[in-house]
């Protein structure tokens, strides 16, 4: 799962999107740790899917649906929440796209 704030994104340097669904294709970057707290209340290293300061775009990875369950942050460096891609999909309301 990729959070994106706005146009900048949230996904590894070099990572690219799949043209299909409505984004053109284009390299997504790794949003700095000043625009992440600035856009979700949470510093990087712990950030959780939900809960931020504003509503932002999420981006989700159809590759993890291979796995029975994922790992992500819960606000802080210290908590972590296992949630199943499913559900996942559903309470961020993320875009679907492969990421290759």
């Known amino acids: 799962m990729r959070n994106a704030p706005g146009p900048?994104?949230?996904?590894?340097?070099?990572?690219?999107?799949?043209?299909?669904?409505?984004?053109?294709?284009?390299?997504?970057r790794r949003a700095s740790p000043d625009f992440v707290l600035k856009h979700t209340g949470q510093h990087v290293g712990g950030v959780a899917p939900v809960g931020h300061a504003e509503k932002i775009r999420t981006l989700l990875d159809k590759s993890l649906?291979?796995?029975?369950?994922?790992?992500?942050?819960?606000?802080?460096?210290?908590?972590?929440l296992s949630i199943t891609y499913k559900e996942l999909q559903r309470i961020t309301e993320a875009k679907e796209l492969p990421v290759r």
Do not use: V, Y
Request: aromatic share 2%.
């Open 8 to 28: 900048t994104g949230g996904a590894p340097t070099g990572s690219r999107l799949s043209g299909r669904g409505g984004l053109r294709t284009r390299e997504i």
């Open 65 to 80: 649906q291979k796995h029975n369950l994922l790992w992500a942050g819960a606000g802080d460096h210290n908590s972590m």
